[in-house]
């Protein structure tokens, strides 16, 4: 008793959690299955390097703010003939992060460009990349405020540690002239140092309408596809489908 008081003293101590709940159990595992001592010690050493892992992937999943969880398993494919699916998966490898790459995904609303984003997203995280997701509406109202509250400089610092940015929405809102020149200072910031997924309705001869200046946005795309890829995903609406599924079943 004194033996096992002290043990889970030290690896409360070292900080073992999952070691701590599981030695009992799976040293009578290791018993009944003649386990050697290496192997149960292996066997501990993984469990605990599993949940940490898992730990980290979850820390960095909040820390990302998605807006919803959606995984590359559940999106169809199938629906969106412009989308190469062999792309995407090989894209969810994360060479292009390694290579500070940008993604844009480009087509009509409500064909799952948010998904893909998030999925994407998802598996940088899987990978231990940090990734911070936005509205460009909410990117702005923050980047705004902390122009406002004397703190830009500290959000932008904030945004440059992460390794994946990926701001949703663009086209839907436009942008006041303050809050442009504010959006193409962060896509300055990261040009060849981190990688931004962007998901739009528009195409780049309409974006000029969302920053108000032609100027301005000819600088934005010239840094934001220079390094990038492009994935178009036109088709019928994921919602509206939906929507007119629920009606006929009615």
């Known amino acids: 008793m004194e033996h096992?008081?002290?043990?889970e003293a030290y690896l409360k101590r070292l900080k073992l959690p999952a070691i701590l709940q599981h030695y009992q159990e799976m040293a009578r595992q290791a018993e009944q299955g003649n386990q050697t001592y290496e192997g149960y010690l292996l066997a501990l050493s993984e469990?605990?390097?599993?949940?940490?892992?898992?730990?980290?992937?979850?820390?960095?999943v909040r820390q990302a703010r998605y807006p919803l969880l959606k995984t590359l398993d559940q999106f169809d494919f199938s629906a969106i003939h412009s989308l190469n699916k062999a792309k995407v998966l090989n894209l969810a490898q994360g060479e292009y992060i390694e290579k500070k790459?940008?993604?844009?995904?480009?087509?009509?609303?409500?064909?799952?460009?948010?998904?893909l984003a998030v999925a994407l997203g998802l598996a940088a995280?899987?990978?231990?990349?940090?990734?911070?997701?936005?509205?460009?509406?909410g990117l702005i109202n923050l980047l705004t405020e902390a122009q406002a509250g004397l703190r830009l400089s500290q959000i932008q610092r904030s945004l440059a540690k992460l390794d994946l940015l990926i701001i949703d929405e663009i086209g839907?809102?436009?942008?006041?002239?303050?809050?442009?020149?504010?959006f193409f200072q962060v896509v300055a910031d990261s040009y060849e140092r981190q990688s931004i997924i962007m998901t739009t309705n528009l195409d780049f001869s309409k974006w000029p309408e969302v920053f108000r200046s032609e100027q301005l946005t000819g600088a934005l795309l010239d840094r934001l596809t220079h390094h990038a890829q492009i994935l178009t995903m036109n088709g019928e609406s994921y919602r509206f489908k939906q929507?007119?599924?629920?009606?006929?079943?009615?």
Request: proline letters at 2%; charged letters at 25%; a positive charge.
């Open 101 to 115: 790459e940008n993604l844009i995904l480009m087509g009509n609303s409500g064909t799952g460009k948010t998904h």
């Open 47 to 60: 469990l605990e390097a599993n949940q940490r892992d898992e730990n980290a992937f979850r820390r960095r």
């Open 243 to 250: 929507s007119m599924s629920r009606k006929k079943k009615q």
């Open 4 to 7: 096992q008081m002290l043990l």
């Open 125 to 137: 995280c899987q990978q231990g990349k940090a990734v911070r997701f936005f509205t460009a509406a």
């Open 172 to 182: 839907y809102v436009p942008f006041s002239a303050k809050g442009a020149q504010l």
